[in-house]
């Protein structure tokens, strides 16, 4: 079967109309399976990380996530925008090699590697923002920001608690790291599309008791739509069993390089902790939605520890979306490559406003 990106898998989901609708406007009537420990982990706050409560999510800004890069992207932003094309100097200059001219002529499998599209992503994201800002932008007017698993470090980045140079060193030792993970052991990501979290979270029960290895939910999109990681053993059994069994409407294996955000990823998170020690991490001027628990973090140490977690820990976008949309939100802007962020919303909630700042 051929392996497909999230970007392409989001095309083939259902959208909001079509999936169970498990999220409607009002918090009340929000249902998710049980996920991650982390969720409850009394550890990822403290007495000074609760400075965002009561915030507004009028204005949201969004930044995407891996799997959003196309070779060619870039090329007409640092042309048409001398702060974008500097935002590339600085970073070839850390990394080593020339990054925009991986992003603009690839070749593909080059730019889809964990290790560069990640530093990639971040760039091209912070790029987009200078073209936002060029065009006649007020990015003073957000009142929150987020990004999808990889995209949390550009809305720190936005929000101001992490500085650009040091987004592109942490984005670089965790593409790295996050690659070395997934080449000591077999593993992989599948997206299951037209079940609900509850009918998946039974297939991937069902699949780790049938292989005998583990799957679960890693990425939790929106209705209708969710990813899921384990060993290629157990992936090969959701893909065997997830029409016939739970009724899903198909099942797709992603093009990654491992199971992202389960405990395959966990010899990630010392080598990301350790980066993570040396970076001075402010408080963000506005908040930002952190992937690991749908909550915004004021305390920068916490911040440090969530960042950690996050490789090991499923992505609760789903959640996240609905805080949004019950938080006062009037408009969304999803700056960065392609249109996979703004694509969620647009299924969770069809009238959402959402604007797209491409690059």
């Given at each position: 079967?051929?392996?497909?990106?999230?970007?392409?898998?989001?095309?083939?989901?259902?959208?909001?109309?079509?999936?169970?609708?498990?999220?409607?406007?009002?918090?009340k009537s929000v249902r998710f399976a049980a996920t991650s420990s982390?969720?409850?982990?009394?550890?990822?706050?403290?007495?000074?990380?609760?400075?965002?409560?009561?915030?507004?999510?009028?204005?949201?800004?969004?930044?995407?996530?891996?799997?959003?890069?196309?070779?060619?992207?870039?090329?007409?932003?640092?042309?048409?925008?001398?702060?974008?094309?500097?935002?590339?100097?600085?970073?070839?200059?850390?990394?080593?090699?020339?990054?925009?001219?991986?992003?603009?002529?690839?070749?593909?499998e080059l730019l889809d590697s964990t290790e560069v599209s990640q530093?990639?992503?971040?760039?091209?994201?912070?790029?987009?923002?200078?073209?936002?800002?060029?065009?006649?932008?007020?990015?003073?007017?957000?009142?929150?920001?987020?990004?999808?698993?990889?995209?949390?470090?550009?809305?720190?980045?936005?929000?101001?608690?992490?500085?650009?140079?040091?987004?592109?060193?942490?984005?670089?030792?965790?593409?790295?790291?996050?690659?070395?993970?997934?080449?000591?052991?077999?593993?992989?990501?599948?997206?299951?599309?037209?079940?609900?979290?509850?009918?998946?979270?039974?297939?991937?029960?069902?699949?780790?008791?049938?292989?005998?290895?583990?799957?679960?939910?890693?990425?939790?999109?929106?209705?209708?739509?969710?990813?899921?990681?384990?060993?290629?053993?157990?992936?090969?059994?959701?893909?065997?069993?997830?029409?016939?069994?739970?009724?899903?409407?198909?099942?797709?294996?992603?093009?990654?390089?491992?199971?992202?955000?389960?405990?395959?990823?966990?010899?990630?998170?010392?080598?990301?902790?350790?980066?993570?020690?040396?970076?001075?991490?402010?408080?963000?001027?506005?908040?930002?939605?952190?992937?690991?628990?749908?909550?915004?973090?004021?305390?920068?140490?916490?911040?440090?520890?969530?960042?950690?977690?996050?490789?090991?820990s499923p992505v609760q976008w789903e959640k996240t979306m609905q805080?949004?949309?019950?938080?006062?939100?009037?408009?969304?802007?999803?700056?960065?490559?392609?249109?996979?962020?703004?694509?969620?919303?647009?299924?969770?909630?069809?009238?959402?406003?959402?604007?797209?700042?491409?690059?």
């Amino acid at each position: 079967m051929k392996l497909m990106s999230l970007t392409s898998i989001l095309l083939l989901a259902p959208a909001a109309s079509f999936a169970p609708r498990l999220i409607t406007r009002g918090l009340k009537s929000v249902r998710f399976a049980a996920t991650s420990s982390a969720l409850a982990d009394a550890s990822l706050t403290s007495p000074t990380d609760d400075e965002f409560e009561g915030y507004s999510t009028k204005t949201a800004f969004m930044f995407p996530g891996q799997g959003a890069q196309v070779v060619g992207m870039a090329k007409g932003v640092t042309d048409e925008c001398p702060a974008a094309k500097e935002l590339f100097t600085k970073a070839s200059a850390i990394l080593g090699y020339d990054l925009l001219e991986r992003c603009v002529e690839g070749p593909k499998e080059l730019l889809d590697s964990t290790e560069v599209s990640q530093p990639a992503i971040f760039v091209a994201s912070m790029a987009a923002v200078e073209k936002y800002k060029m065009d006649g932008g007020d990015v003073e007017a957000a009142t929150c920001a987020m990004g999808l698993s990889l995209g949390e470090y550009s809305a720190l980045c936005f929000a101001g608690a992490i500085a650009f140079e040091d987004g592109v060193k942490i984005t670089k030792a965790r593409g790295e790291a996050m690659q070395a993970a997934s080449d000591a052991v077999e593993s992989g990501m599948v997206s299951v599309i037209g079940l609900d979290s509850e009918a998946t979270g039974r297939l991937c029960e069902a699949a780790s008791e049938k292989s005998g290895e583990n799957v679960k939910i890693a990425n939790f999109l929106c209705s209708g739509n969710y990813a899921v990681s384990g060993s290629l053993k157990a992936c090969a059994v959701v893909n065997e069993i997830a029409k016939p069994d739970f009724k899903a409407r198909m099942t797709v294996p992603l093009a990654v390089a491992g199971a992202f955000h389960t405990d395959f990823m966990a010899p990630a998170v010392d080598r990301l902790a350790e980066v993570l020690k040396d970076i001075e991490i402010k408080k963000p001027r506005i908040p930002v939605i952190s992937n690991v628990d749908a909550k915004p973090h004021s305390d920068p140490e916490v911040i440090k520890k969530v960042l950690a977690t996050q490789v090991t820990s499923p992505v609760q976008w789903e959640k996240t979306m609905q805080i949004v949309l019950n938080g006062g939100f009037e408009e969304g802007f999803e700056l960065g490559p392609g249109k996979v962020v703004a694509g969620i919303m647009k299924r969770t909630d069809k009238k959402a406003k959402m604007t797209n700042i491409e690059v």
